[in-house]
């Protein structure tokens, strides 16, 4: 093969190729999440990423404070700005009931003013894949209660949003068991 035929073929597998590209869909083509910061406190959470919105709702929704908080569903209020409005509102009544934590427990864990640290992850688990403004995750759940041992449980998460520019939102979750 001569020089000139090389170029050639380079050229025009060069061209072709980029023919080609020119008409299909690649990341950057995708319209970009611009969606705005959310408010203190989550300041630090990404709109733009789903896994991070469930991971800091979760945590959120099970962070609980029984010397503060009466029962359950304020910190599930807590969480509110990380969540589709409809979601908030069809669920809280559920907050009750979503960790393993009887009433007895909560009671009293109130009148022994414990601390609780909580956490949420993404594990590793199958999920089903993600669209362009729907994802859904099992999140790990930890509570641990001061000089107690810790509760762990799972729960399935599902995030939307309703434009590929928009925030993600938890709306929707279901307790593992």
Known sequence: MTRTTFLTVVIT?????????????????????????FAPPFGEVDPCSAESV?????TTVFGYWPSEHPDQRVAFRAARLLMDSAFAQRAEPAA????????????????????IAASARVTS???????????????????????????????????????TGSAWLLSGMEVLS
């Open 13 to 37: 597998l060069a061209l072709v190729t980029a023919g080609c590209a020119a008409n299909t869909a690649t990341l950057s083509d995708e319209p970009h999440c611009r969606a705005a910061d």
């Open 54 to 58: 469930l991971a800091a709702a979760v």
């Open 125 to 163: 688990d199958d999920h089903p894949a993600d669209t362009a403004t729907t994802a859904s995750r099992v999140l790990a759940v930890e509570l641990e209660p001061r000089n107690q041992p810790p509760i762990r449980w799972a729960v399935y998460a599902h995030a939307t949003r309703t434009t």
């Open 96 to 115: 009750l009931v979503w960790a393993p934590v009887s009433a007895t427990q909560w009671q009293q864990w109130r009148n022994d003013a414990t601390t």
